[in-house]
């Protein structure tokens, strides 16, 4: 516990969901932890346990950060050639990667 406090971690278990370690014995613990940094605490929206075979002792977490996505520096594509050639060569690439992006979140 020193360590987390020291580094500002906290732990997000929420025990009412039940032990993450259930053995064939059945005995049952919270080995499993999911722990968060105190400027990302406030942006776990979900925490769970999932009710799936794992093929294991301890059973699959899951959770859910709400982050919105903001560049922390600005930068700028310089290019000796110009801009217009680096353009008409990246341009028949953008659409087949916006659908297997659009899959991955899917």
């Not at 919105?68 to 000796?80: A, D, H, R, V």
Request: aromatic share 14%; net charge neutral; charged share 20%.
């Amino acid at each position: 516990m020193e360590f987390l406090t020291l580094n500002n971690l906290n732990i997000y278990n929420i025990k009412e969901h039940g032990p993450t370690f259930i053995s064939h014995c059945l005995n049952t613990g919270y080995p499993d932890l999911t722990i968060v940094s105190s400027a990302l605490i406030d942006k776990v929206k979900q925490w769970g346990i999932l009710d799936r075979h794992s093929f294991s002792d301890h059973r699959y977490i899951y959770f859910k950060l709400d982050l919105e996505f903001q560049p922390s520096t600005e930068f700028y594509l310089k290019m000796g050639y110009g801009s217009g050639k680096f353009l008409r060569g990246l341009k028949p690439h953008i659409e087949p990667l916006a659908r297997h992006l659009n899959l991955c979140s899917v």
